[in-house]
């Protein structure tokens, strides 16, 4: 029986019906387009705040908003796009929807308590951005809460970091099940090491997640105790310690970016061997170096303190482990680079964004490695250089590799392909935004001028300008990609179970798929 004539996940009803039926459903393909719903909703409303932040900076002086607007704007912004974008981003989204497909299961391991990580992410989301539209000021911080100011502004701080905690609680059910689902749920025949390494990658993801995240959790909870009950963790006038705030952060938040990364460099490593018709060059290095990446990235957080006073042998400590963590990074990124050598190369939207996926990475890597310099690091500490950086690798790394996923998996998460032409022509708009945007930073940075401020002095009017130019063409390409996605998804023409010629065991499945995924469960042989 062809799997085309079976019914598929988005026709299949349940016990509910309408909405209900999908915030109620614990099909895993349907918490991940919920989820992929949500996050892009976050996602247009924390690009649009960047925006206005860039055309406040368009010229020295008041331009659009006040300091005090600014502030607001920029810590919302900053927790949107972290806590609501790149960390539940891939995993939740695309990890959610192919993790059983690509280990032959008929679904995750924990079903009930996939939705339960949904719900909670929508419940964090909503408390913490209630803390814009309470009586009183918006969070002003930054969404890195430092102390001591985070418990001693007047701002709507409370309710941010409640939300951040109960977002955290999201992120930790999502890695268990993860973990579980793998350890338990593969096909008959799929040893690891004959696992693809989109998998491979949310399991490193998943362990950073589990680990690290209810670090975060306890430290958001310290503030609160701060704000609400004057315990004094990290107050200097009650005996505590605001550089204990910036470790307890910093141990988490370092591994965090290998959360929002990893599972792009998972995206990435199966995107070039289809379109290069090639296997991936040396696949034991790549997992090996995955598993190194989540590990050691639990020991250069300090790496964000080099000015905050610390021993010179700690100093000497974060630097060098933060040069060692490179090394898997520049592993995969060799082994993707051997992959495309003497492949026959096909050229198509998720191909484009894989590339300058590696082209931005490398930028946002090298770029790293002059911040944990220590002499270098000294004089660019809290400039622009650091925005620079942090874009290229967060927003540049994971973004890339979300849209070159979305491209690629969204003819058998949809059923239908989109228009090639109007894909391309906002891949490309969208890279020259990215870099006219970003790029100046490293030059702004380099001469002095400090990162978070309303205002500027005019001999950095220059570059900024540039940038913010740079922001309306980087939004206008963004513009392009997600009509042209929501258009395709309800009209673009139906597509083949398997288009690219992907060999992974999702692309052997209906497009979409069937309810359980598979007919009877596949055996690896």
Known sequence: MSNSNLPNYLEYKGKYKGLLGWIFSTDHKRIGLLYLYSVMTFFIVGALLGLLMKFELIAPGKTIMEAKSYNAIFTLHGITMIFLIVIPGIPAILGNFFLPIMIGAKDVFYPKLNLISWWLYILGAVVALSSQFMHGASPDTGWTFYAPYSFRTQSNVLPALIGAFILGFSSILTGINFIVTMHRLRAPGMKWLKMPLFPWSL??????????????????????????????????????????????????????????????????????????????????????STLLIAFVGYFVWGHHMFTAGMSETSLFAFSFLTFLVAIPSAIKTFNWLATLYKGSIILKTPMYWAVSFLFIFMIGGLSGMVLG?????????????????????????????????????????????????????????????????????FYLGITGMPRRYYDYVPEFHPANIISSFGAFIMIAGLAIIIINLIRSAKKGPKAEESPWGGKTLEWTVSSPPIVENFEEIPEIK
Request: proline letters at 5%; charged letters at 10%; zero cysteines.
């Open 203 to 288: 399991y490193g993801t998943a362990w950073i997640q589990v680990l690290a995240t209810p670090i975060i959790g306890i430290t958001l909870l310290m503030v609160v105790a701060e704000r609400v009950l004057n315990i004094g963790f990290f107050d200097p006038a009650l005996g505590g310690d605001p550089v204990l705030y910036q470790h307890l952060f910093w141990i988490y938040s370092h591994p965090a970016v290998y959360i929002m990364i990893l599972p792009s460099m998972g995206v990435i490593s199966e995107v070039i061997p289809t379109f290069a018709r090639k296997e991936i060059f040396g696949y034991n290095a790549v997992v090996i």
């Open 373 to 441: 310099s220590l002499a270098a690091n000294v004089h660019l500490h809290d400039t622009a250089f650091v925005v620079a950086h942090f874009h290229f690798i967060v927003f540049g790394g994971v973004g890339f590799g979300f849209f070159a996923g979305i491209h690629y998996w969204f003819p058998k998460i949809f059923g239908r392909m989109y228009d090639a032409s109007w894909a391309d022509t906002g891949w490309l708009i969208f890279f020259i935004g990215f870099l006219t945007l970003y790029a100046p930073m």
